[in-house]
């Protein structure tokens, strides 16, 4: 090539998007309950300083940039792992209070990107139906994600319609369902 910051630039866009790549699957098989998109690659290169580097160096960079995402998704799945099963353990004895302080602190979001929030609530719909659409009301900028978390088996459905009071979330959940 006649320029070698160009080409410089087009190893290191392969390699950062690469070793991205690489990462998020590794994530992926690591923690099931979560998904880490390879789209955050693109931000990635976006972001990162030195595009035309020499690739040797560039390299080192983008290695350590990788390094931290991974170790900082990686503690963070760790603490929903542990809170997730904390949770399903304790929901019987766990006071309302408690578990709204806890599930805030779990990623709200659909199964598809993680699972974990979901898990949690229908647990809660599972073994404590009144606290469920406690949660509902109390995160209603959430509920679309709550209704859909809960399966649909009979027991839990029973469960639900059981619980005294509630009757606009009652009647929102089971439209959905």
Known sequence: MKDANVANKQLNHGYCLGRYFD?????????KLNHHTFRGGFSTWETIAGKELPHAQFRLIVNERIKFIKDSVS???ERHIALT???KENLKIIDYTSLKEAIAKLPAAYAGSSKY??????EVAKQQ???YFGLANDFPEQRG???WAVDRKKET???LRAVPGHEELKKQFFSKK
């Open 129 to 131: 139906p009144a606290y």
């Open 145 to 147: 994600m709550i209704f």
């Open 75 to 77: 503690m963070a799945n």
């Open 23 to 31: 990462m998020a699957e590794h994530l992926n098989d690591k923690f």
């Open 157 to 159: 459905m029973d469960g």
């Open 85 to 87: 099963n904390y949770l």
């Open 117 to 122: 929030y979901s898990i949690v609530l229908n």
